[in-house]
């Protein structure tokens, strides 16, 4: 299994541009969501999914779009970027035992 | 909604002391803490969690504590070893057939010296 795994690593955008970073996952897993990092601030809510056709706002929606058309693929878009927007942003799927996986992260600046 | 605080923020420790982070939650309905460790550049990695029907729960090194009448838990690590360094986060959720809507706190930053 690959686990979770989130494309692109790193991206710069510009001020107004938009986006979408990838996520995918190959466990089957019904329950996917999206994570904001910050500095001092620990990770933050954006979206998260029960299932396939069903998402729902997290702590800091604003400015981010998903949708959920296949159990394997949870895509986040930016849809007109800010500078608020920097951070690192993680996807997760969570196994039956509520338990979250990880992906890599996804390192967005945005000038 | 939920709101976690998670003290201290930096925590220096001697390489075989004993390291103790601190969270406490506001939503009496909370009932999974999972405790996370995240290395630079790295991926957030569940290291233990508790469920709020124990009080206390233990993996090797590793103890984390509920206090549900207080709202505290806490991470207890033993024999601290400089492997350990890291940043730890705790975590609060309620569990539903929904999902898991984890709400974490600012972070603690480990450094354990030779």
């Known amino acids: 299994n690959a686990g979770v795994t989130q494309t692109p690593k790193f991206q710069v955008l510009k001020t107004g541009q938009s986006m979408t970073l990838q996520c995918a996952q190959d466990?089957?897993?019904?329950?996917m969501s999206w994570y904001r990092q910050d500095p001092g601030m620990g990770l933050r809510l954006i979206h998260y999914s029960v299932g396939a056709g069903i998402t729902d706002q997290g702590e800091v929606p604003n400015g981010y779009n998903v949708s959920r058309s296949t159990t394997e693929d949870f895509p986040l878009r930016l849809l007109s970027a800010a500078p608020s927007q920097t951070s690192v942003y993680f996807c997760?799927?969570?196994?039956?035992?509520?338990?979250?996986?990880f992906g890599p992260g996804t390192r967005l600046t945005v000038t | 909604g939920e709101n976690v605080e998670q003290h201290p923020s930096t925590l220096s420790v001697q390489e075989g002391d004993s390291a103790v982070i601190k969270c406490t939650y506001s939503?009496?309905?909370?009932?999974?803490f999972p405790w996370y460790k995240q290395e630079l550049g790295k991926r957030p990695q569940l290291i233990i969690d508790?469920?709020?029907?124990?009080g206390e729960k233990k993996d090797q090194r590793i103890a984390v504590t509920l206090n549900k009448t207080a709202k505290h838990f806490s991470l207890h690590i033993t024999e601290t070893q400089p492997e350990d360094s890291a940043v730890y986060f705790c975590?609060?959720?309620?569990?539903?057939?929904?999902?898991?809507?984890?709400?974490f706190g600012t972070g603690t930053q480990l450094k354990v010296e030779l």
């Open positions: 975590a609060a959720s309620i569990l539903t057939g929904g999902g898991n809507k984890l709400t």
């Open positions: 466990m089957n897993h019904e329950y």
């Open positions: 508790i469920r709020s029907n124990v």
């Open positions: 997760a799927s969570m196994d039956s035992s509520y338990e979250q996986y």
């Open positions: 939503d009496s309905a909370s009932n999974y």
